[in-house]
């Protein structure tokens, strides 16, 4: 807490300034979580998941390029892997993943055995993002390629 989320605040409230939201409260937290995902979490995803989780591959049965496919969740077996929980970073698998806390599943996966790991700044955006519900814009994340 502190100083972390005063910032992380302002950014949304800056966020939401640059769209030109007022009132009412309802519609400046939506346009502020959407200013959010376009902001930060658009490019995460667009850099490194979609490539593995998008139109073209769904590495684990999931996608990530649209919010749908996210709470969707990830396919085992036939078995459905729940990767989110809305509102609830320490209960979402997608943030155990990006946090490389876990040997078995680890996002990016390692490559060559080695770590892929996001930077903080990146997983701490992304913990805010799943804590706001995880908001998407209206257009699907294309993959940027490498
Ligand atoms: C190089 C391809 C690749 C990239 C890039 C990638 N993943 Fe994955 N992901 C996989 C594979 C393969 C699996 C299936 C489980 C395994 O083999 O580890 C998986 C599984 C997952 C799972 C577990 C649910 C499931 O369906 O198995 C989550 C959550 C996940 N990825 C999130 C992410 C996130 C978030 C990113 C970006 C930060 C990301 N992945 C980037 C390949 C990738």
């Given amino acids: 807490m ?8 302002m950014a949304v409230a800056t966020a939401a300034g640059v769209v030109g939201i007022s009132s009412p409260a309802r519609a400046a937290d939506d346009a502020a979580g959407k200013a959010f995902f376009e902001a930060k979490i658009r490019p995460i ?8 989780h998008g139109s073209e591959k769904q590495k684990g049965g999931l996608r990530l390029d649209t919010r749908e496919g996210l709470i969707a969740g990830g396919k085992d077996e036939g078995k459905v892997i729940k990767v989110i929980e809305p509102g609830d ?3 979402s698998l997608i943030i155990e993943a990006v946090e490389y806390k876990n040997d078995d599943l680890a996002m990016p996966p390692p490559k060559k055995k080695v770590s892929q790991k996001l930077a903080d700044d990146k997983i701490a955006a992304l913990k805010e993002w799943v804590k706001m519900g995880a908001p998407y814009g209206e257009k699907a ?3 940027v390629k490498k």
């Fill in 2 to 9: 502190g100083r972390r989320m005063a910032g992380l605040i």
């Fill in 45 to 52: 995803l667009a850099e490194s998941c979609v490539g593995c």
């Fill in 89 to 91: 970073p320490a209960k």
């Fill in 141 to 143: 994340v294309e993959a």
